[in-house]
């Protein structure tokens, strides 16, 4: 999971999801840090969400505006797996970035947005 070694607790970016959204409830822990195989990631901890019939698609946002993000791509199987990671791609800047922005891959609507 996330290699928090080394880092300065106060620094760990980081949000406590338990939220219910268009029918659907998403739970769980969201940490942007560092991957010891892949560099920075965003890391989903005891997250699941349930209810929901679509794919997600994960964003991370400035201010929640996805014209102003990365698309770090699906959430593949998000109701099976609690612990899971998406990396982002080596040599981002994250500092502008401060939300993460679920949307549904088929209309492309904002499902849930997530304050770091």
Same mark, same amino acid.
């Given at each position: 999971?996330?290699?928090? @070694?080394?880092?300065?607790? @106060?620094?760990?970016?980081?949000? /406590?999801?338990? &939220? &219910? +959204?268009?029918?659907?409830?998403?739970?769980?822990?969201?940490?942007?840090?560092?991957?010891?195989?892949?560099?920075? *990631?965003?890391?989903? +901890?005891?997250?699941?969400?349930? $209810? %929901?019939?679509? &794919?997600? /698609? *994960? %964003?991370?946002?400035?201010?929640?505006?996805?014209?102003?993000?990365?698309?770090?791509? &699906?959430?593949?199987?998000?109701?099976? @797996?609690?612990?899971?990671?998406?990396?982002?791609?080596?040599?981002? $800047?994250?500092?502008? %970035?401060? /939300?993460?922005?679920?949307?549904?891959?088929?209309?492309?609507?904002?499902?849930?947005?997530?304050?770091?």
């Amino acid at each position: 999971m996330a290699d928090m @070694s080394g880092q300065d607790p @106060s620094e760990i970016i980081m949000a /406590t999801v338990d &939220e &219910e +959204r268009k029918g659907a409830t998403f739970s769980g822990t969201v940490i942007l840090g560092i991957d010891p195989d892949a560099g920075e *990631a965003l890391f989903f +901890r005891d997250f699941l969400i349930e $209810d %929901y019939k679509g &794919e997600l /698609t *994960a %964003y991370l946002a400035t201010d929640g505006d996805i014209t102003k993000s990365i698309d770090l791509g &699906e959430l593949d199987d998000h109701n099976k @797996s609690h612990i899971f990671s998406l990396p982002i791609p080596l040599g981002t $800047d994250t500092s502008p %970035y401060n /939300t993460v922005v679920l949307s549904d891959k088929k209309s492309k609507k904002k499902i849930l947005t997530i304050n770091l």
